[in-house]
């Protein structure tokens, strides 16, 4: 019975994984990600949350669980990136971020001794970088995708830059973000562990607004000034 349990629990966290527009396609390889980041519990708890933000009322009511016992794991799973926690009017929010960018870069953007990172590394290299099914659907299937294309501004001329709009600039989401950080780079840390490391900066990883907040909340990332925002976005 605790085999069966074991096992539903993460196939019922990967179909609410797949409830996101992004989605994840169900793999061994994710099934392993998923059990580094998260207990049986956590997952069985986790996949039953809200797609939308919600409070710690929300999740109790849906956990039947007391607010005191809701409150501290929603907040466990906040201070490991696993959800995003917000204020709004005073209040907590929470809400689970996809898993790319979203949990899977959060969980690399720093420097960690609670999860073994070396072994994860090497996971996420197999679901993205061999197996095909996840990177087809963050960029070529589908309808919401994953990338989106800012303007290079210092190689273009006085003149062409006055037919740049505000929100096709990098420098105007680092201008006008509500809130900054920067973190390890996911992308560079995994292959440090995997010996393929290259010389760019590793503390390049930007992050904006509500992800920033929470993240810079719970030491996954620094929270920065505009200023070196902008330095760091020349770094990139």
């Not at 010389?199 to 719970?218: G, H, Q, R, V």
Request: proline residues 4%; glycine residues 4%.
């Amino acid at each position: 019975m605790a085999h069966h349990t074991l096992k539903s629990s993460y196939k019922e966290l990967t179909e609410r994984l797949n409830r996101f527009p992004q989605g994840a396609p169900p793999s061994e390889t994710l099934s392993q990600i998923l059990k580094i980041l998260f207990s049986e519990q956590e997952a069985e708890l986790v996949a039953k949350l809200p797609i939308k933000p919600f409070t710690v009322e929300k999740a109790s009511r849906v956990w039947n669980k007391s607010l005191l016992e809701t409150q501290k794991l929603l907040d466990e799973l906040a201070s490991r990136a696993l959800l995003v926690d917000v204020e709004r009017d005073g209040h907590s929010v929470y809400v689970m971020p996809p898993p790319m960018a979203g949990f899977f870069e959060f969980s690399m953007m720093r420097l960690r001794d609670d999860i073994d990172q070396k072994r994860l590394a090497e996971l996420f290299y197999q679901y993205m970088n061999v197996e095909e099914d996840f990177i087809k659907s963050l960029f070529i299937d589908g309808e919401t995708h994953l990338g989106r294309t800012f303007v290079h501004e210092p190689v273009l001329s006085s003149e062409n830059a006055l037919h740049v709009l505000d929100y096709e600039r990098a420098s105007e989401v680092v201008k006008t973000a509500s809130h900054r950080a920067v973190g390890v780079c996911y992308c560079r840390h995994k292959m440090e562990h995997l010996d393929k490391s290259c010389d760019a900066p590793m503390d390049i990883c930007l992050t904006f607004n509500s992800s920033a907040e929470s993240l810079s909340k719970y030491g996954h990332a620094r929270a920065i000034d505009v200023a070196e925002g902008l330095d760091l976005l020349q770094q990139a």
